[in-house]
């Protein structure tokens, strides 16, 4: 009930976006559902434009249109849902998303991405995924790596992709 007091709080006042942070964290599948349908019907209903901040990449795939991939702050990763999900390019991404537990991987371990995760008070003169990227070279800690197309609308923040360019 909680969280749909907490959605029905900007739609009192017709706000056209609602931010809605970890809005199904901490719910069974079935009220999880529940809420992910009643913020799809307000999206279709009242025109409302939904920011969702979710660790649920499950959530991620089954609702969003776009998505940006954040590691401690920055933006490594951001395009459509379908091609983040199809080619994801970052490390990050692809260690999230290899950490996800698949069918038929009973009894196998979970991948995990090396290291931890910094202080969010933590500077980084280069990336910030730096000190946990199996794929680290010199550049990446020296500055952070731009933001660069790596599809139509797809882009990441990576010197593997400053290198080559667009796939």
Not at 37 to 47: A, T, V, Y
Not at 109 to 125: D, M, Y
Not at 141 to 154: I, N, S, T, Y
């Amino acid at each position: 009930m909680q969280q749909r007091v907490m959605i029905a709080l900007p739609l009192a006042s017709n706000a056209s976006l609602l931010i809605a942070d970890e809005p199904t964290t901490a719910l069974d599948v079935t009220i999880q559902a529940q809420i992910l349908s009643l913020l799809s019907r307000l999206k279709e209903s009242q025109g409302l434009s939904i920011l969702l901040i979710t660790h649920n990449l499950g959530v991620v795939a089954e609702t969003c249109d776009r998505v940006a991939v954040l590691y401690v702050g920055h933006v490594v990763e951001r395009g459509c849902t379908r091609d983040i999900f199809k080619e994801m390019k970052h490390p990050y991404t692809q260690g999230l998303l290899a950490a996800i537990p698949r069918p038929g991987s009973h009894g196998q371990p979970l991948q995990a991405i090396e290291g931890s995760v910094p202080s969010g008070l933590a500077v980084f003169p280069g990336c910030p995924f730096e000190p946990r990227c199996s794929l680290a070279m010199e550049d990446c800690r020296q500055a952070p790596p731009p933001l660069v197309r790596a599809g139509k609308e797809h882009c990441v923040a990576c010197y593997r992709f400053v290198e080559r360019g667009l796939p």
